[in-house]
């Protein structure tokens, strides 16, 4: 059992570039999500899905996309890539409403370092 | 406004001896609670959650943690501290009673654990 998995583990992006930040759960959970962890702060809400096809904005979404067309997948799209979003972003999976006692589970986390 | 606070950004601690990370929070609604842990270059895992059920909650290798409504506290405590422990920890709270997917983390603690 995998959980969740995310491709690449490090990046490094010119401003401008753009790319897709892979994440797969192979837990059948519905609910995904993608948060971003700067240094010494806590992890901020980016997107998050309830179920294929059905997206919702986080506290941070300016600069990224999502789509999810199925249970397993959820990229995250990068598109003009800034230096503002050099950071380390986690996705992670539940299997109901995170705030209602639901454990999410981490994915190890991708580096990006835009220059 | 719903938020929660991390009272020590790092904490240092001697193998063997007591560990205290303090949490207080400010919620509007009954809160849902948790801690996650965080090892070096990897995702969250969590140590535990606040359900309602009992206010001294018992998580996973050791850890609890006391729900005080009063004090508006969830603080992680472990009687004895293993040099494994040493990692970031993140208090998080669910505000608008837990019907919500949008978490709200805290800065971290970083735990340091010496021989």
């Known amino acids: 059992n995998a959980g969740v998995t995310q491709t690449p583990k490090f990046r490094i992006l010119k401003i401008g570039q753009s790319m897709t930040l892979q994440c797969t759960q192979d837990?059948?959970?519905?609910?995904m999500y993608w948060y971003r962890q700067d240094p010494g702060m806590g992890l901020k809400l980016i997107y998050y899905?309830?179920?294929?096809?059905?997206?919702d904005k986080g506290e941070v979404p300016n600069g990224y996309n999502v789509s999810r067309s199925t249970t397993e997948d959820f990229p995250l799209r990068l598109e003009l890539a800034a230096p503002s979003q050099t950071s380390v972003y986690f996705c992670?999976?539940?299997?109901?409403?995170?705030?209602?006692?639901?454990?999410?589970?981490f994915g190890p986390g991708t580096r990006l370092t835009v220059l | 406004a719903q938020s929660v606070t991390q009272l020590d950004s790092h904490v240092s601690v001697s193998e063997g001896t007591p560990v205290l990370l303090r949490c207080n929070y400010s919620?509007?609604?009954?809160?849902?609670l948790f801690w996650y842990v965080q090892h070096p270059n990897k995702g969250l895992q969590l140590l535990l959650k606040y359900t309602s059920a009992a206010t001294l909650v018992k998580g996973i290798n050791g850890f609890e943690a006391e729900f005080k409504k009063s004090e508006t506290s969830f603080h992680l405590t472990k009687p004895s501290a293993h040099m494994s422990d040493a990692a970031e920890y993140f208090c998080?709270?669910?505000?608008?009673?837990?019907?919500?997917?949008?978490?709200?983390f805290g800065t971290g603690t970083l735990l340091a654990v010496q021989p």
């Open positions: 899905s309830v179920g294929a096809g059905i997206t």
């Open positions: 992670a999976s539940s299997a109901g409403l995170a705030g209602t006692y639901n454990e999410q589970f």
């Open positions: 998080v709270v669910s505000p608008y009673g837990g019907a919500t997917n949008k978490l709200i």
């Open positions: 837990m059948n959970h519905n609910y």
């Open positions: 919620s509007s609604y009954s809160p849902s």
